[in-house]
């Protein structure tokens, strides 16, 4: 069995930081969120996979490398514009040839692995096999309908009026089947070839297709609020470890990281916590649920449940929560200037000013 890893989209909702990153190496628990995946490929037994990359490929690149530092050989297959699920499928045709293969997205985050699953596929051979999950608004996501044996009957791609709750998730299975589906596919609504749509014209032709209903921890890595729930999640995985420097005057409760090269001075920190390679901390407090990048500077000031990029620097602010802070940026406080807020803030930015 190979894997197609789909790396190809632009996170609009993750902008401004996916204006000069991409989204599936933006971190969890200062890991992008790609190489959770590819360790889940790798620890299933599948060695093969295509990587669908766009106009961020050179940066995904650069970071995967050939996948010899997860176990597997990677196959960079380029997509000229992101034209929907099937369409990645079909670009890999070639690459895929006559076998079985798990596709992937690289921005999703499942707890448990693959492994499961991929024996499930392996046991059974039926022609797709999906997972899905209950979601509170299915309106967001591909929509399954089961019926009263748990057989799939149908799939919708974000439907207005859904017919079920159950969300199809990032992960899939297919025989050389799909690729029949996929080639007798027209453009949606969206402009896109929809991988449900293909999944439905295998079960029209009667095709075995499988459903597996998860109550684990899934989540779609699309925005701020998913990043930080996922990060939160990882983090509490943590065992405690203190490579890097930690003074006399500095409490650490709980499970906190402080990685070598790093430096914590006369702070609080509650865990779970990790600080990366080179970053200083200094008079300050960094809370439950933080992920500070490598080489950052936290200097008199406060945060809590976020994740900040590499070489940030915030100094002299109280108090920050909830927060994804990108690359290379510098907090500090406003000037005192009666009632006014000075900023400066790249497209697609969200604010909260408490005034």
């Not at 920190?269 to 200094?282: E, H, Q, T």
């Not at 933080?290 to 976020?306: G, H, K, P, Q």
């Amino acid at each position: 069995m190979k894997a197609l890893v789909l790396a190809g989209g632009s996170g609009t909702r993750l902008r401004p930081i996916t204006h000069t990153s991409a989204k599936q190496l933006v971190p969890v628990a200062n890991k992008p969120v790609l190489f959770y995946g590819l360790e889940a490929i790798a620890a299933a037994g599948i060695r093969e996979v295509g990587m669908v990359v766009g106009d961020t490929h050179k940066e995904i690149e650069a970071a995967v490398g050939d996948g010899s530092a997860f176990g597997l050989e990677v196959t960079y297959l380029r997509q000229q514009a992101p034209l929907g699920l099937a369409h990645a499928v079909l670009i890999a045709r070639d690459y895929l040839g006559e076998e079985d293969f798990v596709m992937y997205l690289g921005d999703n985050f499942i707890v448990g692995g693959i492994e499961p699953l991929v024996r499930r596929f392996a046991g059974e051979r039926p022609d797709a096999q999906i997972m899905l999950t209950r979601v509170p608004d299915p309106r967001q996501f591909g929509v399954a309908q089961l019926d009263a044996d748990g057989r799939v009957v149908g799939l919708e791609e974000k439907p207005d009026d859904p017919k079920s709750d159950l969300a199809l998730v990032g992960v899939y299975l297919f025989s050389p089947a799909v690729h029949e589906a996929v080639a007798a596919l027209k453009p949606s609504w969206r402009g896109e070839l929809e991988i449900t749509e293909a999944i439905q014209w295998l079960i029209d032709a009667g095709r075995p297709v499988a459903s597996t209903v998860i109550s684990g921890y899934w989540k779609d890595t699309g925005n701020v609020a998913d990043m930080l729930e996922v990060n939160r999640l990882v983090l509490e995985e943590l065992d405690r470890r203190l490579d890097g420097e930690v003074d006399d005057d500095s409490e650490l409760i709980g499970r906190v990281v402080v990685e070598a090269g790093a430096r914590v001075t006369r702070s609080r920190v509650v865990g779970p916590v990790i600080i990366g390679a080179g970053a200083v901390v200094r008079d300050s407090y960094v809370g439950p649920f933080t992920s500070v990048a490598e080489n950052c500077r936290l200097v008199d000031s406060e945060i809590e449940y976020s994740i900040v990029l590499r070489r940030a620097s915030i100094q002299g602010v109280r108090r920050i929560e909830a927060s994804l802070i990108g690359h290379d940026v510098e907090v500090t406080p406003a000037p005192n200037t009666p009632r006014a807020h000075r900023l400066v803030l790249g497209d697609h930015s969200k604010v909260q000013i408490s005034s």
